[in-house]
């Protein structure tokens, strides 16, 4: 018998845990394998100490998280961005008593609105003494339908919240950390931006934009000493289902079980900070089990069978509706 080959074992095992991730979800089992340790790295805190950051979906989840441990590390500015003000005030006392020191701004903002976030952007920019050293963008919207179900003006909101938006403010931004040859951008992409799964096509679209928009980003922005990381969160129990739009446009208005058991937004916090303050990588993911990440493997080893997989989780997931 001939050798399997290095590539032949390696499907032997990401198949099995590939199809664990696609089959549907309401048939896998739910837990979190993220492990991050609780509390930022000496390193990180100290050279995130008298710094500037600027975060949009700041008013919960893995904004909020994120936002809190930069309070942490006594930050010359924060600026707190997202709808709900009354929200984004809670948050901002809770970073004030982290950090003492550090001036929180709270900018509401619809990311909806192209002007809205070119004005975000500017503002910030402005509240921090023209010295932005971090820019976070985690505000986001999922969707929830088929493609069928799903009008066009659906598609056209999730790229404006997801993409669009962070590149308006981005602009406002960027030339600046660009000028003074330092700076970091932190873009809250989704696993759903390396692979495309059925009932996300327009999620799918917005994340996989941003995606190949950092990637080009990088290779303009490394040369003047800005670094541009993409993040691919798994699954964070956060309210991401809830707040989900269907094909109308409504909210979707449901706890998926995958998201109540993802993994803690102060965990994933702590492991993108500390990974992006070391400059360790660019792109990674994080809060993903084996078998999601054994489906970007796959995606790259044998793309034909994750397209069948794919295939096979819609025509299960439309039996189980």
């Given amino acids: 018998m001939e050798k399997?080959?290095?590539?032949?074992?390696?499907?032997?095992?990401?198949?099995?845990?590939?199809?664990?991730?696609?089959?549907?979800?309401?048939?896998?089992?739910?837990?979190?394998?993220?492990?991050?340790?609780?509390?930022?790295?000496i390193q990180t805190i100290e050279t995130l100490k008298g710094k500037s950051a600027v975060l949009t979906g700041a008013s919960s989840g893995l904004g909020k998280a994120m936002a809190l441990k930069l309070a942490g590390c006594d930050m010359k500015h924060i600026v707190l961005s997202g709808r709900n003000v009354e929200a984004l005030e809670e948050v901002k006392e809770q970073c004030l008593k982290e950090g003492s020191a550090c001036k929180v701004h709270v900018l509401p903002c619809?990311?909806?609105?192209?002007?809205?976030?070119?004005?975000?952007?500017?503002?910030?920019?402005?509240?921090c003494e023209d010295q932005v050293d971090m820019l976070v963008l985690s505000g986001g919207l999922s969707s929830r339908s088929a493609f069928v179900d799903t009008d066009i003006e659906v598609d056209e909101m999730l790229m404006k919240v997801n993409f669009l938006s962070g590149a308006a403010i981005a602009k406002g931004i960027v030339p600046s950390m660009v000028e003074k040859q330092t700076g970091s951008i932190i873009w809250i992409s989704s696993v759903q931006g390396l692979i495309g799964t059925p009932f996300r096509t327009s999620y799918a679209a917005s994340k996989f934009a941003v995606q190949g928009y950092c990637e080009a980003l990088r290779s303009e922005l490394s040369s003047s000493g800005v670094n541009v990381h993409c993040i691919s969160p798994g699954y964070i129990s956060t309210n991401l289902s809830l707040n989900a739009a269907t094909g109308d446009g409504t909210k979707h208005g449901k706890m998926d079980e995958t998201t109540a058991n993802g993994a803690d937004p102060s965990d994933v916090a702590v492991e993108i900070l500390d990974s992006v303050v070391a400059n360790s990588k660019s792109d990674f993911v994080?809060?993903?089990?084996?078998?999601?990440?054994?489906?970007?493997?796959?995606?790259?080893?044998?793309?034909?069978?994750?397209?069948?997989m794919l295939v096979k989780r819609f025509l299960t997931s439309k039996e189980d509706n």
């Fill in 110 to 127: 619809d990311l909806t609105d192209i002007e809205a976030s070119k004005k975000l952007g500017k503002d910030s920019l402005a509240l």
């Fill in 4 to 41: 399997m080959t290095n590539s032949g074992l390696l499907l032997l095992f990401i198949i099995p845990l590939s199809a664990a991730f696609l089959i549907s979800p309401s048939k896998r089992s739910h837990f979190s394998l993220h492990a991050a340790p609780v509390d930022l790295q």
């Fill in 286 to 308: 994080v809060a993903a089990s084996t078998s999601a990440r054994a489906a970007i493997v796959l995606k790259l080893f044998a793309p034909r069978l994750l397209e069948k």
